[in-house]
């Protein structure tokens, strides 16, 4: 009886346990979507700080001054297409599609809503930390952002070998720094920048010596004007933590 008695203590263990034990991330048989409680969102656009306090990804698809709620929907699954929980908040990761557009990321820079769940499901809805913009010049939109669970990059299951991209725009105050690059602070060097593109607006001529960026619109307006120079006011000086 107390042979029988162990092999249940341990059986028990490792069932509690097999999500750990078990099968790593597969990237093919994860997936990942934007995700809405009640309405769609072909587009997410948001603004990110170094010091996080910029906009959270639940309002990425609603006006800069409404309040929507909005998600990275990220689904964790093995080579085997079944689900790992526990994956922690902290194990997920993303960056921009556009390789001449990387973003500059703060330690720990994506906390996950929660662990993943039973069937590997987890969400992404608040702030994220860092710098940098993935829009090209002369663009509106951006080749998106792809993401990755514990180093994994998700991948395009049709083509295993693609990333993932999402429908994701991301800018940041912090645009520059030395050699030209995000520095993780907002500082004179983001303000002399902003200046090159401020008083202008998408498909108007702007005037001598100035071009208009959309990394520099924050309210999505396709301008660059006094309320976006209010919102990178706001953020001025903060840094990565």
Not at 7 to 30: N, P, R, Y
């Amino acid at each position: 009886m107390r042979i029988v008695a162990a092999v249940v203590a341990l059986v028990s263990i490792v069932l509690s346990c097999g999500d750990i034990l078990g099968e790593g991330v597969d990237e093919c048989k994860s997936t990942a979507r934007i995700w809405s409680l009640n309405s769609s969102c072909s587009r997410m656009r948001i603004n990110f700080c170094p010091a996080g306090d910029f906009e959270p990804v639940s309002s990425g698809c609603v006006p800069y001054t409404a309040v929507g709620y909005f998600a990275i929907e990220i689904f964790a699954r093995d080579a085997s297409n079944n689900p790992i929980r526990r994956i922690p908040r902290e194990d997920f990761w993303l960056n921009s599609c556009d390789p001449s557009r990387q973003l500059l990321l703060c330690v720990a820079p994506i906390t996950a809503d929660s662990s993943t769940g039973l069937n590997g499901r987890t969400t992404i809805s608040g702030p994220i930390k860092g710098g940098g913009c993935n829009i090209p010049a002369g663009s509106l939109t951006g080749q998106g952002i792809w993401l990755a669970i514990q180093g994994k990059p998700i991948v395009k299951p049709s083509l295993c070998f693609e990333k993932l991209c999402l429908a994701l725009d991301i800018k940041s105050p912090d645009t520059t720094g030395p050699g030209g690059q995000p520095d993780a602070v907002v500082n004179l060097s983001d303000l002399a920048r902003f200046c090159l593109h401020y008083n202008t607006q998408w498909g108007v001529p702007p005037p001598p010596g100035v071009t208009f960026s959309a990394c520099m619109d924050f309210n999505d307006d396709n301008k660059v004007d006094l309320i976006d120079f209010s919102m990178f006011r706001e953020h001025y000086l903060h840094q990565c933590q």
